[in-house]
């Protein structure tokens, strides 16, 4: 009894709904919403991150050092 009440979220954010957002991060591409193959493209530093691009935009808003790309967007990200 008392693992379930531990196991509970505050009734704003049900567990359900906290695992379906992240699964659905895992497998979205974060700039298109593409699915499929992803890779994880990442800087070294946030400071790297001059926010010339909307992928550079995103991961500072987002204050992340990765960010889930399809192929297409880690393409132009690397033919800049
Ligand atoms: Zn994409």
Known sequence: MNNMNMDKLPNAYPTTTVSL???????KCEMCGATGKLTMHHVRKLKDLKGKT???KRMIARKRKT????GNCLKSTHQR
């Open 54 to 56: 909307a992928l550079e």
């Open 67 to 70: 960010i889930a790309l399809c």
């Open 21 to 27: 957002i992240n699964r659905l991060k895992a497998e």
